[in-house]
């Protein structure tokens, strides 16, 4: 089974500051992993994922993420953030072969004025 | 516009009372799933379905059933709400069986058992 950890609750940051979520997982099998996003009453959107090739990952509104298999970790990071990416921010992690997805227990990312 | 429905958003009930919250693809998606997201616990998968008749268990299918009739409609239903099933439900589907097809999320159901 693979399991995610968001190493941060929440992450206070000014606008126009660079960001990074920290994400670790643990797998016994090849995994794909994801990050969503969760604005105020809405449900989850897919930013980015990580299925194979390049470690590097761009996704919509600017983030990008990088896989790290010798630190099983999958940060996610934004050079200059803005007031709208005031979200909850969810890692997951899906074996490749099992089809079983686990998401973290998620960052509120605040963007200060 | 491709989207995933749920009814109702808002739901209070008392504890014992019988509900189903409804789900709805338009995208022809053979993938179906429920989560509930409780704080700090993040997303946890109640109930999934493979395709239609096929449907199999979560992490945390306890006092929840589904069924799947029809391709597009999967709903969940509570046949008796207790208040630790106080939560947010998200249903999801994808193509696919594989994860690497990409989730699409509902907006949720926000649900109060008193």
């Known amino acids: 089974a693979q399991s995610v950890t968001q190493l941060d609750s929440q992450v206070p940051v000014f606008e126009e500051a660079p960001v990074e979520l920290r994400c670790n997982y643990s797998s016994s099998v090849s995994v794909y992993l994801f990050w969503y996003v969760q604005y105020p009453n809405q449900g989850l959107q897919l930013l980015l994922k ?3 090739g390049s470690t590097l990952v761009k996704g919509i509104n600017g983030f990008e993420a990088e896989f790290n298999k010798s630190q099983t970790s999958f ?8 007031i ?30 | 516009e491709a989207q995933v ?15 189903t919250v409804t789900c709805s693809q338009n995208m022809n998606h053979e993938y179906m799933s429920w989560y509930r997201q409780d704080p700090g616990l993040g997303l946890r998968q109640i109930y999934y379905s493979m395709n239609v008749e096929v449907t199999d268990k979560g992490d945390v299918p306890e006092g929840y059933k589904v069924s799947r009739k029809e ?22 589907s994808r193509q696919g069986q594989t994860t690497s097809y990409e ?8 649900l109060t058992v008193t």
């Open chain 1, 75 to 82: 940060h996610l990071r934004k050079p200059s953030v803005h």
């Open chain 2, 103 to 110: 989730q699409y999320f509902g907006p949720g159901t926000r």
């Open chain 2, 5 to 19: 429905t749920q009814n109702p958003r808002y739901l209070i009930t008392v504890t014992g009372k019988k509900l």
């Open chain 2, 71 to 92: 391709k597009r409609n999967f709903p969940l239903i509570l046949e008796s709400p207790s208040p630790n099933q106080t939560s947010l439900y998200f249903c999801a």
């Open chain 1, 84 to 113: 709208s990416d005031t979200a909850e921010y969810f890692c997951a992690v899906s074996g490749r072969s099992n089809n079983d997805m686990r998401f973290g227990a998620g960052t509120r990312l605040t963007v200060k004025p």
């Open chain 1, 50 to 52: 990580y299925l194979s």
